[in-house]
């Protein structure tokens, strides 16, 4: 199986309805709302959050596929119960052809954010689940060693490797030296 994963641009979504893929469509969402959006996922100011909504409607009625609307949880962001109501009025607003996938947040030193407590995943799931919106929660494998979704980088690097340079250990050592 495949998944597209995307911030959403308006109208690829469209595009790629039109080609009738067996593939799963991942729309990184991670708000209920386009203000909150913005803040989450900066590029969402290019990209208006009713446009997308539009378009995945169009791609489920095309394709016959159900888009996932991928959910990162933030502590005291966008993990209360009053944004989950919030999130199960979109969806529900937007027709049938979804599937809510949670994804607490893995934390990383540079971030100002913060994991969700359990209880919290928990309360936003079910709050989603009473408003009838199919919903998951993402198993975290590798948080003890820093390794798990979103958390592995390489936190020493300050410039970027040069492509095909062919000498990437030489880079390496300089970019740590630096």
């Not at 949880?73 to 529900?92: R, Y």
């Not at 003890?144 to 250990?169: H, I, M, W, Y």
Request: aromatic share 6%; hydrophobic share 40%; glycine share 6%.
């Amino acid at each position: 199986m495949i998944t597209i994963s995307t911030v959403g641009v308006p109208n690829t979504i469209r595009k790629l309805a039109s080609h009738k893929l067996q593939s799963t469509l991942a729309l990184s969402l991670h708000a209920s709302n386009q203000k909150l959006r913005e803040k989450i996922v900066p590029s969402a100011k290019s990209y208006p959050l009713d446009a997308i909504m539009k378009d995945c409607k169009h791609y489920f009625l095309e394709t016959g596929r159900r888009v996932s609307f991928e959910y990162t949880l933030l502590a005291g962001v966008n993990d209360t119960v009053e944004l989950a109501m919030e999130l199960a009025e979109l969806l529900h607003e937007w027709g049938p052809g979804y599937h809510v996938n949670l994804i607490p947040f893995n934390p990383i030193e540079s971030s100002d954010y913060q994991r969700p407590y359990k209880k919290s995943v928990l309360a936003f799931s079910e709050a989603l689940e009473s408003r009838k919106i199919t919903v998951s929660i993402r198993q975290t494998r590798g948080l003890d060693a820093s390794a798990a979704c979103g958390q592995l980088r390489n936190e020493f690097q300050k410039t970027p490797l040069l492509a095909g340079s062919g000498d990437v250990e030489s880079q390496l050592k300089m970019a740590v030296a630096s």
